[in-house]
């Protein structure tokens, strides 16, 4: 890890859940906190990348200067916000857990309890992010995305590898102890899409970023 090795590189991080909204006081969400995420954009902003951290809804602030934020709500205003940064960024990292599905339809006002049946919420598939922008990848531009599984975890992991366009992915199992959502900490294994594995210890979500930025800085 050298101080300076991201100097004159763009990079495009997106973090954290998106909220997909039911009604004016309820959404559909997950359990990221952009701890992961944010780590990552620290990480690139001290090695001296200019960073745009696409977040979602999290209780983070950004430290470092370099890291301008762009803060959205939903999948789909996730992705228009990663749309406007990708042609001219030179890495990018899939770090957030985008809801997979939103409700169709988003009530005006609030879903009342009294004298009502219980609501069926009928759900439409959000965008995939990262496979939108591993599509319009040019050359010479990286796309990372991450993978968290339950199971199946090295099946499914190289499945998004390829399907999403991916140059790398940074597997983590919900399987693993100090893994995942929420801790300070995680377990990863990152796969390339030239064929290499590579395992990592549980450590701070800082330092695997320095791992994440590392493999990327060896492709
Ligand atoms: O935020 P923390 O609390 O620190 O937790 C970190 C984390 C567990 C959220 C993080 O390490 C992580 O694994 N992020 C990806 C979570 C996820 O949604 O994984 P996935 O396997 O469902 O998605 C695969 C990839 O496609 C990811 O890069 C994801 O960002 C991307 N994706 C998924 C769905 C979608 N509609 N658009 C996407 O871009």
Redesign the pocket.
Known sequence: AKADDLKGRKVLI????TYERIDPVRFIG??????????IAEEAASRGAEVVLVSGP?DLKAKHQSIKIISVES?RE??EACEKDFDSCDIAI???????YAPVHCAGTKIKREGHEAPVIELK?????????GAKKKAGQIL??????TDHEET?AHT?LAS?N?DM??L?SLRDKG?????DT?K?TIFTSDGQTMPYDTKS?RDVAADIINAIISL
């Not at 997950?30 to 780590?39: E, L, P, Q």
């Not at 893994?179 to 801790?183: P, Q």
């Open positions: 997106t973090a954290g859940p997950n359990y990221s906190t952009g701890k992961m995420g944010y780590a999290v999948a996730m992705l899939m770090c957030a857990a985008v809801a997979d598939k959000n965008p995939d992010i990262a496979k939108t922008l990372v995305g991450f993978a968290l599984e499914n998004k999403k991916l992915i940074v983590n893994a995942g959502f929420g801790t995680n990863v979500k």
